[in-house]
């Protein structure tokens, strides 16, 4: 089978990528917006864990950041303070001590403190995050000399670059008076979270709708402006375009809506497409590989792999455009880190043939030299779409892949615990810092079971070294050509493959003010937000 035969049209009817020609990025910044009012936005999925302090994932951040709230969120230009409102390390690197908000109250009505951001820290993030195990390794303790200041102590040098960028993703801070001496995983304030957030979680009617309702309390003066948000559960993404043209919901996020329809959504009176909000929120399209295999294990056959994936293709086709090609684990839209000097895999099969043939993999009677299992996340039709494609590249060079399409919790479990599958389909983010997530994909030794992580069986000398340098060298400059050596190393070695970069679109009402006012609005706090009267 040759690659013309994989039909454009067939993959059109797959994907529900970005149809629109022109979208008009919408910019709204701090506007005074309207007290009152409930806003109704589209959910398609029901996370099992709504504890962003213990699962930092945007499913889960996505409703719960209204509620638990970290020490600082993204803005345009920097960081804006939440729970913190300063953080300072030390030269060496040693300490960073965070000044805290005053006279803030979790919604049970107890006092936030400094002990309160020393137990999420030492009991939570550091010990049970995804995230937070690898970014906080080295935190030695949490010194809490008054209710509020904390200061971490460092066993070796945290870079201050990374504890800022880590801020909005890692440190969700929970009430210690709930979570103490309890079993933190079963706690029940997990799917019922109590923050300090500017709304509070009411109601979950599995199947219906989370209703997140005002904290009258909260310390945001005027905020928030919403009198309740409601997350209507609609797994049919064709359900979130109907329900926005019918006026029973507000917002679709993430790209809800099947992205071939945005042209005609842009023409319906009252509704737009808004690109922006999504700045700090890139996903990667990436090819995980099984190491644990022995004949992925070869590096010939991962490059003819490579070698085998029409990246423009997957651009045009998959994302209607409206992605980029990836050249390494760091995307281009990171600037503070992306280095553009790494190895290439031009599209070329007859060198995916040959570089097969040399690995010992010839071709068989039947046109096939191997087979695999190949399990594309069912996260987003993007992910499923592209395995359709990977399926039909891999038998142009005499690869037979088996399609595997599971359920999120049968993915999850197949790739991140039980390690049954040879090659997987992932939808990892890249969080603003190599150190955030990234790494996580190919550094060695993660335990089993962490999800979107290196569960692959990949080792590398040379890349955990150069991980680990890079985790506690202050010095930006030195910090960031570490980094630039690690994109090097992970496309020359291909833990695995990344394939295209690409961010999401929402669809809103008109009526919503102060929508998409930073880099991750989607799953920022929603304070400043209003409805129009």
Known sequence: MSLSTISRRGMLMLTTSLAAASLLPRVAFADEAPTGGRLVVAADSEPRNLNPAIVASNSVFYISSKVVEPLAEASFDGLSPRLATSWEGSADGSTVTFKLREGVTWHDGKPFTSADVAFSAMEVWKPLQNIGRSVLANLERVETPDESTAVFHFSKPMPIQLMRNALPVVTAVLPKHVYEETEIAENPANTHPIGTGPFTFEEHRPGEYYRLAKNESYWGEGEPKLDEIIFRVLPDRAGAA???????????????????????????????????????????LIVEINHRNETLADLKVRQAIAHAIDKAFVVDTVFLGYATAATGPVPESAKEFYNPDTPSYDFDVDKANALLDEAGYPKKDDGTRFSVRLLPAPFFSETRAFGQYLRQALAAIGIDAELVNNDTPAHLNAVYKEHDFDLAIGAAVFRGDPAIS???????????GVFFSNQGGYANDKIDALIDEALETVDTEKRTKLY??????????????????????????????????????????????????
């Open 484 to 533: 630039d050596q690690f994109q090097v190393l992970v496309v020359e070695d291909l833990p695995l493959i990344n394939v295209a970069n690409w961010r999401f679109t929402s669809v809103a009402s008109t009526d919503v003010v102060n929508m998409a006012n930073n880099p991750r609005w989607v799953v920022s706090n929603w304070a400043d937000t209003g409805l129009k009267q």
């Open 242 to 284: 109907s329900a926005l043209e019918a006026g029973e919901i507000q917002l679709a996020a993430f790209s809800q809506v099947p992205l071939v329809e945005l042209s005609r959504m842009e023409s319906v009176p009252g509704l737009e497409v808004v690109t922006k909000g999504y700045e700090d929120l890139t996903y990667q």
């Open 438 to 448: 990234t790494t996580n994909l190919v550094k060695s030794g993660i335990p089993d």
